[in-house]
């Protein structure tokens, strides 16, 4: 089972429950994708993945595993950067 966050109509992220932890997913466009790549909180993993994502019309997706407190900071700061859009 997935849980779809939405707001206004537009999709925010995808949550997929693991066993222990979860899997976050973000379609970022190109505004917001910028807005990743020059924030400093940021892994340089996740730049990593955005920049190699394969891109599609309405964006590049990417998957972020969550398993501790860092993680979950990353995913807040991802919303933020993504509602800015």
Request: hydrophobic share 45%; proline share 2%.
């Amino acid at each position: 089972m997935d849980f779809k966050i939405i707001q206004q109509k537009r999709n925010v992220l995808f949550v997929v429950p693991c066993q222990g932890y979860f899997k976050v997913a973000f379609t970022f466009g190109e505004k917001a994708s910028k807005l990743v790549f020059e924030n400093n909180k940021i892994p340089q993993f996740i730049k990593d993945e955005l920049a190699n994502a394969k891109k599609y019309a309405e964006g590049s997706t990417i998957q972020i595993e969550v398993k501790n407190a860092s993680d979950f900071n990353t995913i807040i700061e991802l919303i933020i950067l993504k509602l800015l859009q």
